[in-house]
């Protein structure tokens, strides 16, 4: 019996990718391997069309081959923020890219399925609403399944204020795919009540994990804790989404009844200065940081060094940073409003807008060593559960199940 193979569209996947989905994508594509599948990835790539038609990655991992097809498509771009990407580089490869967010994903879409004609899969597997339409083309040019994978909606990035053009790709690329997986029971609700998609469509996974110890937490924290004072972090996207004013509201909160407190915001994004402007208006200065984009080792070390870390997000369908900052021996404060939070048992669940109530909870951990003990204790327990490996056995069952269907 020959292997299931997968055509997968991806389009972002480490070492360049700018959030969750890249990783996710990664972890998925080893953990489908470990359990037999073999995996046809196609990325759009900006440089592609410079380094030929096929670029080979990963040689000696047999069982993935992985495409790149030239386009500058983000995961986090609205048609504003492609257009003034694209508007800087030369006329001639603006032709090649699409001059606008539409061209550019009917041009990633073509590319995409005249690479793959030669590619004999039993499935198709699209990964978000900008390679709907490949999937969607793949999938009637080889007459096979074809299977959308959300990782987040439009209504999660604008906080239920979408862009109507993107919302409506969306909700085509739900229709037509065969089956769809949901990377949680909130995303499964959000496309049963706002995209009238049918439940029964819907299988949710969860996101795994394969992170590792790379250092030693608390050796990390001790030694930074002999120069500084407490340290609540929140690492992400500085977007709307992420909820990086809540956490300014949250820090200006726990500074008036701890002003020994240190915060610091790891990442980057548009709301950068805004963020910077609305923590002096709060009085922070003096007891804020805002570290930038960070590596992973530097993410890492931030985990450990905190005390808590805080994950404000307005909609949030997994959160995998959450997974991270515990890995790291780290206690989390997680929104309500996030599929993470189905996983994790042992954590502070609030609702994003109850700035207060986080705040209550960071001085708690902090002024309860014990109880943020159990928590680092007790949270871990989930990692070990919520492997790649695993969640990539429920995909390949998910496959199975709709090619004898």
């Not at 489908?32 to 069309?49: E, F, I, R, S, W």
């Not at 800087?88 to 690479?115: F, T």
């Not at 109530?357 to 902090?366: E, S, Y």
Request: a negative charge.
């Amino acid at each position: 019996m020959s292997r299931l193979h997968t055509l997968m569209f991806g389009w972002e996947y480490p070492p360049i990718h700018l959030g969750g989905l890249g990783v996710a994508c990664q972890g998925l594509v080893r953990g489908l391997m470990k359990n037999g599948v073999k995996v046809t990835l196609v990325l759009p790539h900006p440089d592609a069309d410079r380094e030929g038609d096929l670029d080979i990655l990963f040689p000696t991992e047999e069982m993935i081959e992985h495409m790149h097809i030239a386009s500058m498509l983000s995961p986090y771009d609205s048609a504003q923020q492609y257009y003034q990407r694209v508007k800087n580089i030369p006329r001639e490869r603006q032709q090649i890219y699409g001059e606008d967010l539409g061209q550019a994903i009917a041009n990633y879409s073509a590319a995409s399925v005249e690479m793959t004609k030669d590619v004999r899969p039993d499935i198709v597997h699209c990964h978000d609403w900008m390679t709907y339409e490949a999937g969607v083309r793949a999938a009637r040019y080889h007459r096979k399944p074809l299977v959308a994978h959300i990782h987040a909606t439009e209504l999660d990035r604008t906080h239920f204020s979408p862009n109507q053009w993107i919302y409506d790709r969306e909700r085509w690329g739900f229709e037509q795919a065969d089956r769809i997986i949901a990377v949680s029971n909130y995303t499964k609700q959000i496309l049963v009540s706002h995209y009238g998609i049918p439940a029964e469509k819907i299988t949710v996974v969860h996101n795994g994990n394969n992170i590792t110890r790379d250092i030693d937490p608390e050796a990390i924290h001790s030694e930074y804790r002999k120069n500084h004072p407490p340290m609540v972090l929140f690492l992400g996207r500085l977007t709307l989404q992420k909820g990086p004013h809540q956490f300014l509201e949250m820090a200006s909160a726990v500074h008036g009844i701890r002003p020994d407190v240190e915060f610091v915001v790891a990442g980057d994004g548009g709301m950068l200065g805004e963020l910077i402007n609305h923590s002096l208006q709060l009085g922070l200065q003096n007891n804020i940081m805002f570290a930038g984009k960070v590596s992973n080792d530097e993410a890492q070390k931030l985990f450990a060094q905190a005390d808590c870390f805080v994950m404000p997000s307005l909609s949030e369908p997994f959160g995998l940073v959450a997974l991270e900052a515990i890995a790291q021996g780290t206690p989390v404060i997680i929104s309500k409003q996030s599929g993470v939070s189905e996983v994790i048992g042992h954590a502070f669940k609030v609702d994003f807008w109850d700035t207060a109530k986080m705040a209550d909870c960071v001085l708690t951990l902090l002024r309860e060593d014990p109880l943020a003990w159990q928590l680092r204790s007790e949270a871990s327990r989930v990692l070990d559960r919520l492997t790649w490996e695993h969640q990539a056995m429920a995909v390949r069952s998910l496959y199975q199940q709709i090619l004898h269907s």
